[in-house]
């Protein structure tokens, strides 16, 4: 049974910085797809980042919102995808969702969180003065 454990939310300023992390247990994945998607409240989910890996080569994907802000990462040996996240706005503010797919996803599905296969419980960030 595979989990995904989310951490890393909290509250910061406008401009501030944090970092989410997203950690499997359960298996690992040779190759995979991991999404991080946000909902903000009386809005729909979107997603914000996704990487690919298959092999020794991986992708990583941002919306036009969060590019040159975010950063996404895999760390192989910890299991582990990273969120970084920089000069955040109060825009940003929203329930932060990791998902993993066990397979590399063709870049058409990466947007559309229905391609995944596990979800973690989801982790708050909160931008504000």
């Known amino acids: 049974q595979v989990q995904l454990v989310e951490s890393g939310g909290g509250l910061v300023q406008p401009g501030g910085s944090l970092r989410l992390s997203c950690a499997a247990t359960?298996?690992?994945?040779?190759?995979?797809?991991v999404g991080w998607f946000r909902q903000a409240p009386g809005k729909a989910r979107e997603i914000v980042s996704a990487i690919r890996w298959s092999g020794g080569g991986y992708n990583t994907h941002y919306v036009d919102a969060v590019k040159g802000r975010f950063t996404i990462a895999r760390d192989k040996a910890k299991n582990t995808v990273w969120l970084q996240m920089n000069s955040l706005k109060p825009e940003d503010t929203a329930v932060y969702y990791c998902s993993a797919a066990t397979s590399r996803l063709i870049l058409s599905r990466v947007w559309d969180g229905s391609n995944y296969d596990y979800w973690g419980q989801g982790t708050q960030v909160t931008v504000s003065s």
């Open positions: 359960g298996r690992t994945f040779d190759s995979g797809t």
